[in-house]
């Protein structure tokens, strides 16, 4: 029986850039780049199966887990293996992929997937493993585990992130073959915004469903997670994003690994916030061309509270599913504490902007400070609605305790679910970066 969940804590931070209600199809996309990054996977060494000059198919092998061999990453188009870069080490940090936008898909046979094991066989050597991310540990998840759910939230609460609603109105038949695959790994659960009428996934058969209600992070899987099925020491739950539920489903009902998606472009320095139809992993060059500031602007593969920084060059990160341009923050705010700060955004009341919540602000990039030593505030704990101590984790995790990294609660958290808390900080500490240190840490302690 589904329940509406309301959460109090957590912060809704409004950004210009909204990306309106429209698509634009990437006219590039048939013969653009794509680049499969080992670094959008923790805790993977990768194992390359291909050389420069390769052919190969949407859905070919490029490279696997050296320490889980199983786990395949696929190219998700058809064409040349033009490159494969290195880092210090010979660290593999790309391996490039040029379209020849013939659109050839290897075939992959869905005649028999009765079994749990079939399914997780289809599931690993088409290449769409990655997309299922186990809690704990926030990384690709273990094929040989039992896991005792599955877990979907079909909002993003993020501040200007994409609308499933939106971009995923025509894909409802093979997200609803995605839950019915999925279902035969673990029971699924599927979080719903509570203030959407009308809601296109409120009739997927096949799964528990909830309602969620409340301002950012509620749209986190991991928050959702932590009141309906919470993950205790030997227990794993799968957390799937929408889009990637669409591929499943499409491996399920076609047999190929389809990773086309629609992704938002938003931000203030957008000329034209709007929405694109392309690929995974695509050079966003032809996406970006023209349409927005380009100078003094950071663009961000993401979100603004998770995202990865990268260039007119670079390229759309594994899992994600927007683009967010906003104004570079490369200057100094000369006694800018001691101003009314009318026009300035603060999570406390320390400007009187405050008095108006519902503006939209065009924030930057500019930190307003240095690091500097914890101060105990309270924040964390008004902005994290789950049933753990915040700023005791981040401690236990400097100082390398895995008993009290345990006991607070280590296994339930993933870095985005500390977004907001980096946000707000005071301190200006990476907390995403200490919390990814942590789980890591408890990774190399399991193995």
Request: charged share 25%; hydrophobic share 40%; with cysteine.
């Amino acid at each position: 029986m589904s329940k509406v969940i309301k959460l109090k804590k957590g912060l809704d931070i409004n950004l210009k850039g909204i990306s309106e209600l429209d698509v634009v199809t990437d006219t590039g996309v048939n013969e653009a780049e794509i680049s499969i990054k080992p670094s959008d996977f923790p805790c993977i060494k990768p194992h390359l199966e291909v050389k420069v000059g390769d052919k190969v198919k949407a859905g070919s092998v490029l490279f696997t887990d050296k320490y889980r061999p199983e786990i395949c990453f696929c190219s998700p188009v058809s064409g040349t293996v033009t490159e494969v870069r290195r880092a210090e080490r010979r660290r593999i940090t790309d391996v490039i992929v040029k379209a020849d936008g013939n659109e050839e898909f290897e075939q992959f046979d869905t005649s028999n997937l009765g079994s749990k094991d079939a399914v997780k066989s289809l599931i690993l050597k088409s290449g769409v493993w990655p997309y299922l991310r186990q809690r704990p540990f926030n990384i690709i998840a273990d094929p040989q585990a039992e896991f005792k759910a599955v877990y979907i939230s079909t909002f993003d609460s993020s501040p200007l992130a994409p609308d499933y609603q939106f971009t995923l109105k025509n894909e409802i038949d093979s997200f609803q073959a995605g839950v019915s695959l999925l279902s035969k790994i673990a029971p699924v659960y599927i979080g719903l915004n509570n203030k959407i009428q009308d809601n296109i996934f409120a009739n997927v058969k096949g799964a528990e469903i909830n309602y969620f209600e409340g301002p950012h992070p509620a749209g986190n899987a991991g928050v959702q997670i932590s009141h309906v099925c919470p993950v205790n020491k030997g227990e794993n739950v799968i957390v799937v994003d929408p889009q990637a539920v669409v591929i499943i489903g499409r491996l399920a009902t076609k047999g190929v690994y389809d990773t086309s998606k629609i992704i938002a472009l938003s931000g203030s320095r957008v000329d034209h916030p709007c929405y694109v139809k392309t690929i995974a992993n695509v050079s966003v060059a032809n996406i970006l061309d023209g349409k927005y500031t380009e100078e003094e602007s950071r663009i961000i593969s993401g979100n603004v509270l998770t995202g990865t920084k990268i260039d007119n060059n670079g390229y759309l990160g594994f899992y994600d599913n927007g683009i967010t341009i906003i104004p570079e923050g490369n200057y100094y705010d000369f006694f800018g504490w001691a101003l009314p700060g009318l026009k300035k955004y603060s999570v406390s009341r320390t400007f009187f902007s405050w008095l108006c919540p519902k503006k939209s602000y065009d924030l930057d990039t500019n930190m307003h400070g240095e690091e500097r030593a914890y101060v105990v505030t309270g924040t964390y704990e008004k902005l994290l609605p789950m049933d753990i101590l915040p700023m005791q984790l981040i401690k236990a995790i400097l100082a390398e305790n895995i008993e009290l990294m345990e006991d607070l609660g280590i296994y339930e958290v993933a870095e985005e679910d500390f977004a907001l808390c980096e946000f707000a900080d005071t301190s200006k500490t990476e907390i995403q970066a200490i919390i990814r240190k942590g789980l890591d840490l408890m990774v190399a302690e399991s193995r």
